[in-house]
């Protein structure tokens, strides 16, 4: 048995054991030198973890807190700061135009847009598939007569005569467009005058961004009853304005946005607050809508051509009802 314990083999032994003559002896050896050696190999400095796992730091240290240190490198916000401030935009404003310079103002936006439809009457002409099927046609008349006949082919006078039918298609357009800028330059003060008896002039609502007005509408209120004949005088003639306009309508005789401000909710608010004055002065259930004849409603070019017109035809029925939707949702919230 001691034999055996004598030739065990000292690769199983831990460096704790002390081998002697009389055999294997369990026991820790105090010496100084070892104690050294065994802090020496468990000792791992903080540089040397490569790792992100939290390995133990078994040499005894201090901590200090260290002070917040800013990044040397911006953040992205800082480096690109917001185009437009938001402190920098100027408040939406809404409210009634009343003086001659406002009303100006806004009767020149409302001719704005009116001469703007040229442009989307030309388009509409131009991109048709039936006026580039006329130009296509063109263009291949002039090849065949004036390219084909010539031994070598005239290139030069082919391409000539090419560009001279484009260019008399371009004037064509707009000659047929330009009648847009007639209806506009008819948009004027008395445009603002009612066409029934009491004479007095549409309300002009507008929307401002600051000093800016960005966006104009023509509303009129029209009483219930009317006069059948010009100049015919009520039956009351104490009667007010107030009093004929209970049970009436409005009408909206012409709406539009700067064309800057388009697409940022402008004209949903003036819809807005278009049907909000028709409900205060004409009642609850007063009707709102889009005049027949509209400063926008014009359509000077055939039935085909009008595809883009009628779209925002229905997009603005489509908006007038939202806004009287909204009116009616925000009336029951307050009861």
Same mark, same amino acid.
């Given at each position: 048995?001691?034999?055996?314990?004598?030739?065990?083999?000292?690769?199983?032994?831990?460096?704790?054991?002390?081998?002697?003559?009389?055999?294997?002896?369990?026991?820790?050896?105090?010496?100084?030198?070892?104690?050294?050696?065994?802090?020496?190999?468990?000792? /791992?400095? =903080? $540089?040397?973890? !490569?790792?992100?796992?939290?390995? *133990?730091? %078994?040499? +005894?240290?201090?901590?200090? #807190?260290?002070?917040? /240190?800013? =990044? $040397?490198?911006? !953040?992205?916000?800082?480096?690109? *700061?917001? %185009?437009? +401030?938001?402190?920098?935009? #100027?408040?939406?404003? /809404?409210?009634?135009?009343?003086?001659?310079?406002?009303?100006?103002?806004?009767?020149?936006?409302?001719?704005?847009?009116?001469?703007?439809?040229?442009?989307?009457?030309?388009?509409?002409?131009?991109?048709?598939?039936?006026?580039?099927?006329?130009?296509?046609?063109?263009?291949?008349?002039?090849?065949?007569?004036?390219?084909?006949?010539?031994?070598?082919?005239?290139?030069?006078?082919?391409?000539?005569?090419?560009?001279?039918?484009?260019?008399?298609?371009?004037?064509?357009?707009?000659?047929?467009?330009?009648?847009?800028?007639?209806?506009?330059?008819?948009?004027?003060?008395?445009?603002?005058?009612?066409?029934?008896?009491?004479?007095?002039?549409?309300?002009?609502?507008?929307?401002?961004?600051?000093?800016?007005?960005?966006?104009?509408?023509?509303?009129?209120l029209e009483p219930k009853t009317r006069g059948a004949r010009p100049g015919h005088a009520p039956r009351r003639k104490n009667r007010s304005r107030a009093a004929t306009l209970r049970g009436g309508n409005g009408v909206v005789r012409a709406w539009t946005t700067r064309l800057e401000n388009r697409g940022q909710g402008v004209g949903r608010d003036l819809l807005l607050a278009a049907v909000r004055k028709t409900k205060e002065q004409c009642g609850k259930d007063a009707q709102v809508g889009f005049a027949r004849e509209h400063a926008n409603s014009a359509m000077l070019l055939p039935p085909v051509f009008n595809?883009?017109?009628?779209?925002?035809?229905?997009?603005?029925?489509?908006?007038?009802?939202?806004?009287?939707?909204?009116?009616?949702?925000?009336?029951?919230?307050?009861?």
């Amino acid at each position: 048995m001691d034999r055996a314990v004598r030739e065990l083999d000292l690769s199983n032994c831990g460096p704790g054991f002390v081998i002697d003559r009389a055999g294997v002896v369990p026991g820790l050896r105090s010496s100084a030198a070892f104690f050294t050696f065994l802090r020496a190999n468990l000792v /791992l400095t =903080p $540089s040397a973890v !490569s790792s992100t796992t939290n390995t *133990p730091y %078994l040499e +005894p240290y201090e901590y200090s #807190p260290q002070p917040y /240190l800013v =990044p $040397s490198s911006p !953040s992205p916000l800082a480096a690109n *700061p917001p %185009l437009t +401030p938001l402190d920098d935009i #100027p408040p939406l404003s /809404l409210d009634t135009l009343s003086t001659h310079d406002d009303k100006t103002e806004g009767l020149r936006l409302v001719a704005d847009s009116v001469a703007q439809m040229r442009q989307r009457a030309a388009r509409s002409l131009a991109l048709h598939p039936l006026c580039l099927g006329v130009l296509a046609a063109a263009w291949g008349l002039v090849y065949r007569c004036v390219y084909l006949p010539e031994p070598s082919g005239d290139a030069g006078r082919a391409i000539l005569l090419a560009c001279g039918v484009a260019v008399a298609y371009l004037f064509a357009v707009r000659y047929r467009a330009d009648g847009y800028v007639a209806l506009a330059e008819d948009i004027s003060w008395a445009w603002l005058k009612p066409d029934y008896p009491s004479g007095e002039q549409d309300i002009m609502l507008g929307a401002r961004c600051g000093d800016v007005l960005v966006g104009a509408l023509v509303l009129r209120l029209e009483p219930k009853t009317r006069g059948a004949r010009p100049g015919h005088a009520p039956r009351r003639k104490n009667r007010s304005r107030a009093a004929t306009l209970r049970g009436g309508n409005g009408v909206v005789r012409a709406w539009t946005t700067r064309l800057e401000n388009r697409g940022q909710g402008v004209g949903r608010d003036l819809l807005l607050a278009a049907v909000r004055k028709t409900k205060e002065q004409c009642g609850k259930d007063a009707q709102v809508g889009f005049a027949r004849e509209h400063a926008n409603s014009a359509m000077l070019l055939p039935p085909v051509f009008n595809g883009a017109f009628r779209r925002d035809e229905n997009r603005a029925a489509k908006a007038l009802e939202e806004a009287v939707a909204e009116w009616e949702a925000s009336k029951k919230r307050k009861r």
